[in-house]
């Protein structure tokens, strides 16, 4: 079965400095990972998404995701980080039957 | 949210009571699907649905049913409630594109509490 990894519950890094929030994946044949964006009492926003193609993905408000297949990895990245990028932000990955499997969660805090 | 409303938006009932959320949408997509968010577990799926009348369990759907009569509605009854359904439940709607590539949108969600 396929899974997703978020190694963190929380990442704190100060206003303007890059960030990283990890995930990892274990997935049979080629994976499609996902990053969504929930901001309080609102539902889940798609960031970006990787298919096929070129290592890193860009994707909404200046995010950007960069997949290592030798490190299955799936890290999402800004080189820096606003305030108002707090929030949970959570990895998945497409599973048979077009259903996504989803981390945990990481929680983003940008402190001014 | 993409098109996509939850109602009730909040829900406090008691054990036992059967209480049924709905999820409608105005962009016609095929697939539908109902999350549950609880800390430290992220989404869980609890159903799902790829046409009327077509639905399928999720890793969650013991003491769930779903029913999906139109395209645009997707409701999801809890049969006899239990503290351990108090959750906040999320709806989320997709379509297959060209290459088998597709994201899913999100409702805004219904927070559930069972007393």
């Known amino acids: 079965a396929q899974s997703v990894a978020q190694p963190e519950d929380q990442v704190n890094v100060a206003e303007g400095n890059p960030l990283t929030v990890k995930c990892t994946y274990s997935v049979s044949g080629n994976p499609y990972l996902f990053w969504y964006v929930q901001y309080p009492n609102r539902g889940l926003q798609f960031l970006l998404k990787?298919?096929?193609?070129?290592?890193l993905v860009k994707g909404s408000y200046g995010f950007e995701a960069e997949f290592n297949k030798s490190q299955t990895s799936f890290h999402l990245k800004k080189p820096s980080a606003l305030v108002s990028d707090s929030a949970l932000y959570f990895c998945?990955?497409?599973?048979?039957?077009?259903?996504?499997?989803f981390g945990t969660g990481t929680r983003l805090q940008v402190f001014p | 949210d993409a098109g996509i409303t939850q109602s009730p938006r909040h829900k406090v009932t008691e054990t036992g009571t059967p209480v049924t959320l709905r999820c409608h949408q105005t962009?016609?997509?095929?697939?539908m699907y109902w999350y549950r968010q609880d800390p430290g577990h992220g989404l869980r799926l609890i159903h799902y649905s790829y046409g009327v009348k077509d639905t399928d369990k999720g890793e969650v759907s013991d003491g769930y049913s779903v029913s999906r009569s139109k395209t645009e509605d997707f409701l999801l009854t809890l049969e006899s409630a239990t503290s351990s359904q108090t959750s906040v439940y999320f709806c989320a709607i997709s379509e297959v594109r060209a290459g088998g590539s597709y994201e899913q949108y999100f409702g805004p969600g219904t927070r559930l509490t069972v007393t």
């Open positions: 990787y298919i096929t193609g070129d290592n």
């Open positions: 962009e016609n997509h095929r697939y």
């Open positions: 998945a990955v497409r599973e048979k039957g077009d259903k996504l499997i």
